[in-house]
C-alpha cells in the first residue's frame, strides 16, 4: 500500500467523527441551516488539527437493527439502573452487616479500543457497576459492583458485562472480534464439558493474546 | 381533555426526577464509603434527566428542542461515568475505600501481582 | 398541579441538602467532589422541571452548559489529587 492511499485509508477512516463534529456543532445551535453547516465544517476541521489525537480504529461495520436494539436496551438498562440504585438508597431496613460490594476483574474478548471503550461506558450506565480502571493490554475492566453478596452473584454479573460486550460487537463490532466471540464460545463449551482444566487453558490462551496484541501494537499497521 | 393528560404526564416525569434527586442525595448519607456513594451520585440523575428533558421535549416539540435535550442528555449520560471512573481510580489507588465491605477485590490482586499491562 | 410543585420542590430540596451535608461533612476530598456533583445535578433536575412545569423552554442552554461543564470539577480534582502511576 503506497503513503498516499494509506493517507487516503486515514482520512475515510475519519470521516465519520468529523461528520459527528458537526453534527455535535448544528446540535448545539438547534438549526440545521447552511451557515451552521459551514461553520461547523470549519470548526470540526480546525479541532481535528488543533487538538490531535491518535486515531480511532474504526471497525467499518454497522448493523442498524442490532445497534437500536443494543441502543434500546441500554435505555431500559439506565431506568432499571436508576431504580434500583434508588431503592437500594432509599429502602428502609438497614442491612449493610458484611461486604456488599465487589471490585471483579471482566477481561473481555474484545481487542478493539473502540469496543472496549463503550462496553466501558454501558456497563458504567447499567444498574451497579462503575468502572475504575481498564488494562489496554488485556482489555480487562475492573468494575466496582454494588450489592453482590456471593461469588455466584458475581458470576452472573460477569456475565451479563459479557453480553452487553456481546451486543455492542453485534452492533458495530469488526469482523475479527465477531469470530473471536464464536471462537471465544467454543472455548467456553469445552471448559463446560471438561471443567477446570480447560479453564486454565483458557487463562494461558488470553495471556498468549496479550502479547500477540503487544506485537500488533509495535506493528501498528496490522490492525 | 388533551391540557389534562399533557399535565398527568408532566407530574409523574417530574415528581420521578425529583423522587431520583432524592435517591441520590439519601444514598450519599447511607452508603458507607466513597464508592458505593459514586453509585448514588451518578445513577439516579440520568434517569431524572431523561424524564424531565422527556417532558420538555413533548411538550414543546419543536427541532431545536429535540436536538439541544437529545444533546443535553447524550452529554449527561457520557460525562458522568467519565467522572465516576476518574474519582474512583483515585479513590483505589489512594486506598480511601475500605476493603471490609469488599467481597473481592481482583484490581488490588492484579496490582500486587503486577500483572498489569500499563 | 399546584401539589404536584409543592411536593417536587420539597425533594428537589431534600436532595440537594443532603448533597449539601455531604459536602461540608464528607470525610475526604472525593466524598465533597461526590456530593458537589450530585448537587449540580440535582439543581439541573430542577431547572429542567421548572421548565416542564411552566411549559417553556428559557433555561434549556443553561442545562447543556451545567451537563457539559459538571464534569469538570471532578475532572480537576481527580487529576490534581492523581493515582498510583501503574509502571
Known sequence: ?223 | MTPAIGDVVTAVLVLSAALMCLAAGVGLLRFPDVLSRLHAATKPQIFGLIAVTLDVAVNNFTLGTVTLSVAIVAFQALTAPMAAHLIARVAHDTDRFRPELLVVDELGRANRRGDRGD | MGIVVIVAAVLFGAGGLCAVYRIVRGPSVLDRVIASDVLVATVICALGAEMAINRHVDTLPVLLVLALFAVLGSLAVGRFLGGKEHS
Open chain 1, 1 to 223: 500500500m503506497s503513503a498516499r492511499a494509506e493517507r487516503r485509508a486515514a482520512l475515510l477512516n475519519q470521516l465519520p467523527l468529523w461528520l459527528g463534529l458537526v453534527l455535535l456543532w448544528m446540535l448545539l445551535w438547534g438549526s440545521f441551516s447552511w451557515l451552521n453547516l459551514v461553520t461547523g465544517a470549519l470548526l470540526a476541521s480546525l479541532v481535528s488539527i488543533v487538538f490531535y489525537l491518535p486515531a480511532v480504529q474504526l471497525s467499518g461495520r454497522l448493523d442498524p437493527a442490532r445497534t437500536v436494539v443494543f441502543l434500546l436496551r441500554l435505555l431500559g438498562d439506565i431506568v432499571r439502573a436508576s431504580v434500583q440504585v434508588a431503592w437500594l438508597a432509599l429502602k428502609p431496613l438497614r442491612t449493610t452487616a458484611g461486604p456488599q460490594s465487589a471490585i471483579i476483574a471482566v477481561p473481555l474478548r474484545t481487542r478493539s479500543d473502540l469496543i472496549l471503550t463503550w462496553t466501558a461506558v454501558a456497563t458504567s450506565i447499567v444498574p451497579g457497576s462503575i468502572v475504575i480502571d481498564t488494562d489496554r493490554v488485556s482489555s480487562t475492566l475492573y468494575l466496582h459492583v454494588l450489592g453482590v453478596r456471593t461469588h455466584a452473584q458475581i458470576d452472573l454479573f460477569r456475565a451479563s458485562v459479557l453480553a452487553t460486550e456481546r451486543r455492542i460487537v453485534g452492533a458495530f463490532g469488526s469482523r475479527e472480534d465477531l469470530e473471536r466471540l464464536a471462537l471465544g464460545d467454543a472455548v467456553a463449551a469445552v471448559a463446560a464439558a471438561t471443567g477446570a482444566v480447560a479453564a486454565d487453558a483458557r487463562a494461558a490462551s488470553t495471556r498468549d493474546d496479550d502479547s500477540d496484541r503487544r506485537n500488533l501494537d509495535d506493528t501498528g499497521k496490522e490492525t
